[in-house]
């Protein structure tokens, strides 16, 4: 399935449009976590034990064996060889699995614990120095997973932890909640010689921080949900936050202006001052309402992954395709009359009757109008928006027999 965005006219200018294309993961169980050491080669785990591999973006994926029925949480990289998968508890303990060739054997690793906890995260920032984090410990190797040490936290220790990152210097940031009081958590790491310990950066109240990520020493952001926490100097406690409109945790940074996340219904939100301002980008049709992770290689390599093996991945979009998009059983044409001050949307049905849903949003995802919801026989439509809508920026969403479609245009 390929679903093309398209801006519609030049005053959206150096717009970033993306190609979102469904891939055949050649799977059916839930896909949680994805991870690309390079725009070709990448991995994604999830329930029953599930891994699959690709050596070409995404054009082929591959089973793995995993050797454990657990769901798998999280897939981590650190070069084309060594990696680790980290999942729900086994049978008489935690399951980590490492692997030193690409994935072609996993071995399990032990954590030497006397509890038998789901594993929710797994960051290495070398060959010897990794983390784990369950909800409510951290653990940490020197070693490349051999042995494991505990990690001390400081104050609340009813923490219930969900991310765990590193910035290029190797300081460590773990998202989570306290539950008493309710709190969003942030944790900062500082290190005393051979010695770690964890520290409140941040809390935020009736809030739970699932995902953090750093691009730098000193610009990172964590996200709950509608809301997301911005730093943007070197200074552990200082945060801002801001809303973002997308209900999603499946964000995504390419340098300190410019960010996407994966919202739900397959709603595509993009800032690029930093993530302060969020509007809706284009929107997928993804099946479900909520994905569950992704990674991006650079800024037009994105994957997303979800229920039911659900891969997408995100390109560039091609130049010099025009206003026109064409399905197999469709073709939509909007037309924009600046010196009317209306915007013309031309549908022609081609084969067979088709149920349609057309229908305006504002940036911030909000549907402010239904053009049509009906099943349509094959012929011609027109729909005209004229001085229904104040002036602003809209998206077009057109769904035809379940394939979406969606523009911007500006009113």
Request: charged share 15%.
């Amino acid at each position: 399935m390929q679903i093309v965005v398209i801006a519609l006219i030049s005053q959206l200018q150096a717009q970033y449009n993306l190609e979102w294309n469904q891939q055949n993961s050649g799977t059916q169980e839930v896909l949680k976590s994805v991870y690309f050491v390079d725009t070709l080669q990448g991995y994604a785990v999830g329930h029953n034990g599930e891994i699959i591999h690709t050596a070409n973006g995404g054009e082929l994926w591959e089973t793995q064996t995993s050797g454990v029925s657990t769901h798998l949480n999280v897939v981590h990289f650190i070069d084309n060889s060594l990696g680790w998968v980290v999942g729900n508890k086994g049978v008489d303990e935690p399951v980590i699995l490492k692997t030193i060739n690409g994935g072609e054997d996993w071995m399990a690793q032990s954590l030497g614990i006397n509890w038998n906890p789901d594993l929710i995260d797994v960051n290495f920032i070398s060959e010897m120095a990794g983390w784990v984090i369950t909800s409510d410990s951290i653990l940490k190797t020197m070693d490349g997973g051999v042995t494991w040490k505990t990690e001390k936290i400081v104050g609340n220790i009813n923490y219930l932890f969900s991310d765990i990152e590193f910035t290029e210097n190797g300081t460590g940031w773990i998202t989570g909640r306290s539950q008493s009081p309710a709190q969003g958590l942030i944790l900062r790491q500082f290190i005393d010689g051979p010695d770690t310990t964890w520290f409140k950066s941040q809390t935020y109240d009736d809030k739970l921080f699932a995902k953090i990520k750093f691009i730098d020493d000193s610009t990172g952001w964590a996200t709950s949900g509608s809301d997301i926490a911005r730093k943007t100097i070197n200074d552990p406690y200082t945060w801002s936050l801001e809303t973002t409109g997308a209900q999603s945790n499946n964000f995504v940074f390419f340098d300190k202006l410019n960010g996407l996340i994966f919202g739900e219904e397959g709603f595509v939100f993009t800032s690029s001052d930093g993530g302060i301002n969020w509007e809706v980008q284009d929107t997928v049709s993804t099946g479900f309402t909520t994905m569950y992770g992704i990674f991006a290689a650079d800024q037009y390599n994105i994957w997303t992954v979800g229920p039911q093996g659900t891969i997408f991945k995100a390109t560039e979009a091609p130049s010099g395709i025009g206003e026109l998009i064409q399905q197999n059983n469709f073709i939509f044409y909007p037309v924009n009359n600046s010196s009317k001050g209306n915007m013309t949307l031309n549908l022609s049905i081609m084969n067979k009757s088709s149920l349609v849903n057309l229908d305006i949003y504002n940036i911030q995802g909000q549907k402010i109008m239904n053009l049509e919801s009906n099943t349509l026989v094959p012929g011609n439509y027109q729909y005209e928006i004229s001085n229904t809508i104040k002036s602003g920026v809209y998206i077009v969403r057109l769904l035809v027999d379940g394939k979406i479609v969606s523009q911007k245009f500006i009113k």
